[in-house]
Protein backbone atom coordinates (compact mmCIF):
# COMPACT_ATOMS: atom_id res chain seq x y z
CA UNK A 1 0.00 0.00 0.00
CA UNK A 2 1.19 4.09 -0.86
CA UNK A 3 -0.05 6.13 1.71
CA UNK A 4 -0.48 9.92 0.82
CA UNK A 5 -1.51 12.71 3.14
CA UNK A 6 -1.85 15.89 1.84
CA UNK A 7 -1.69 18.61 3.90
CA UNK A 8 -1.07 22.78 4.18
CA UNK A 9 -5.02 24.02 2.90
CA UNK A 10 -5.53 27.08 4.43
CA UNK A 11 -7.99 30.59 4.15
CA UNK A 12 -5.70 33.31 1.92
CA UNK A 13 -6.67 36.20 0.62
CA UNK A 14 -6.35 37.07 -3.11
CA UNK A 15 -3.64 37.34 -4.11
CA UNK A 16 -1.81 35.36 -1.57
CA UNK A 17 0.11 32.16 -1.30
CA UNK A 18 0.54 28.94 0.03
CA UNK A 19 2.36 25.95 -0.04
CA UNK A 20 0.50 22.25 -0.14
CA UNK A 21 2.23 19.27 1.08
CA UNK A 22 1.86 15.51 -0.13
CA UNK A 23 3.69 13.06 2.35
CA UNK A 24 4.13 9.90 0.74
CA UNK A 25 4.78 6.71 2.29
CA UNK A 26 5.05 2.33 1.25
CA UNK A 27 7.10 0.53 -0.62
CA UNK A 28 6.47 2.05 -3.91
CA UNK A 29 7.19 5.38 -3.17
CA UNK A 30 10.59 6.06 -4.88
CA UNK A 31 9.09 5.23 -8.12
CA UNK A 32 5.71 7.46 -8.01
CA UNK A 33 4.92 10.35 -10.47
CA UNK A 34 2.49 12.50 -8.43
CA UNK A 35 -0.22 14.90 -9.52
CA UNK A 36 -2.41 17.62 -8.05
CA UNK A 37 -5.71 17.77 -8.71
CA UNK A 38 -8.76 20.01 -7.36
CA UNK A 39 -12.67 19.86 -7.21
CA UNK A 40 -14.58 23.06 -6.64
CA UNK A 41 -18.99 22.38 -5.51
CA UNK A 42 -20.21 21.33 -8.89
CA UNK A 43 -17.44 21.33 -10.64
CA UNK A 44 -15.56 17.89 -12.11
CA UNK A 45 -11.77 17.37 -10.95
CA UNK A 46 -9.37 19.49 -12.60
CA UNK A 47 -5.53 18.39 -13.26
CA UNK A 48 -3.23 21.11 -11.47
CA UNK A 49 0.17 20.16 -11.57
CA UNK A 50 2.34 17.03 -11.70
CA UNK A 51 6.08 15.79 -11.28
CA UNK A 52 7.41 12.80 -13.24
CA UNK A 53 9.32 9.38 -11.26
CA UNK A 54 12.76 9.70 -11.59
CA UNK A 55 13.46 12.63 -14.37
CA UNK A 56 11.34 15.00 -12.21
CA UNK A 57 10.00 16.54 -15.45
CA UNK A 58 6.89 18.74 -14.60
CA UNK A 59 3.42 19.72 -16.20
CA UNK A 60 0.81 22.15 -15.28
CA UNK A 61 -3.12 22.71 -16.73
CA UNK A 62 -3.14 25.89 -17.98
CA UNK A 63 -5.58 27.65 -15.66
CA UNK A 64 -2.12 27.88 -13.41
CA UNK A 65 0.63 27.31 -15.22
CA UNK A 66 2.91 30.53 -14.20
CA UNK A 67 1.72 30.48 -10.61
CA UNK A 68 2.13 27.27 -9.35
CA UNK A 69 5.23 25.29 -9.33
CA UNK A 70 5.00 21.75 -7.96
CA UNK A 71 8.71 20.12 -6.69
CA UNK A 72 10.19 16.96 -4.55
CA UNK A 73 12.12 16.77 -1.77
CA UNK A 74 12.94 13.02 -2.24
CA UNK A 75 14.76 13.40 1.63
CA UNK A 76 11.49 14.16 3.19
CA UNK A 77 9.37 11.63 0.84
CA UNK A 78 7.16 14.70 -0.17
CA UNK A 79 5.82 16.24 -3.02
CA UNK A 80 4.75 20.35 -2.92
CA UNK A 81 2.84 22.56 -4.59
CA UNK A 82 3.28 26.05 -4.15
CA UNK A 83 0.61 28.31 -5.22
CA UNK A 84 1.72 32.12 -5.91
CA UNK A 85 -0.97 34.39 -6.67
CA UNK A 86 -3.87 32.68 -5.64
CA UNK A 87 -7.57 33.77 -6.91
CA UNK A 88 -11.47 32.68 -5.98
CA UNK A 89 -10.99 30.56 -8.64
CA UNK A 90 -8.77 28.82 -7.06
CA UNK A 91 -11.03 27.74 -4.29
CA UNK A 92 -11.14 23.97 -4.17
CA UNK A 93 -10.23 21.00 -2.11
CA UNK A 94 -7.16 19.68 -3.77
CA UNK A 95 -6.22 15.95 -3.79
CA UNK A 96 -2.49 14.19 -4.26
CA UNK A 97 -2.66 11.21 -6.47
CA UNK A 98 0.58 8.77 -7.37
CA UNK A 99 0.99 6.48 -9.86
CA UNK A 100 3.24 3.90 -10.74
CA UNK A 101 3.32 3.21 -14.16
CA UNK A 102 2.26 6.57 -15.26
CA UNK A 103 3.19 7.62 -19.07
CA UNK A 104 2.97 11.19 -19.98
CA UNK A 105 -0.07 11.73 -21.77
CA UNK A 106 -1.95 10.23 -18.70
CA UNK A 107 -0.66 12.50 -16.32
CA UNK A 108 -3.68 14.89 -16.95
CA UNK A 109 -6.12 11.67 -16.87
CA UNK A 110 -7.34 10.72 -12.90
CA UNK A 111 -7.80 7.07 -14.41
CA UNK A 112 -4.50 6.69 -14.84
CA UNK A 113 -3.39 7.62 -10.80
CA UNK A 114 -3.43 4.54 -8.36
CA UNK A 115 -3.66 6.03 -5.37
CA UNK A 116 -5.36 8.98 -3.54
CA UNK A 117 -5.19 11.20 -0.68
CA UNK A 118 -7.90 12.70 1.22
CA UNK A 119 -8.05 15.93 -0.23
CA UNK A 120 -6.98 19.75 1.53
CA UNK A 121 -9.40 22.65 1.00
CA UNK A 122 -8.12 25.38 -0.07
CA UNK A 123 -10.00 28.69 0.29
CA UNK A 124 -9.35 32.47 -1.77
CA UNK A 125 -11.37 35.06 -0.14
CA UNK A 126 -12.76 37.44 -3.10
Known amino acids: QVQLVESGGDLVQDGGSLRLSCAQS????????TGWFRQAPGKDREFVAAIKSYGGSTYYGSSVKGRFTISRDNAKNTVYLQMNNLKSEDTAVYYC???????????????????WGQGTQVTVSS
Open 26 to 33: GRASNRLS
Open 97 to 115: AAGERLITSSLGSQSGYDY
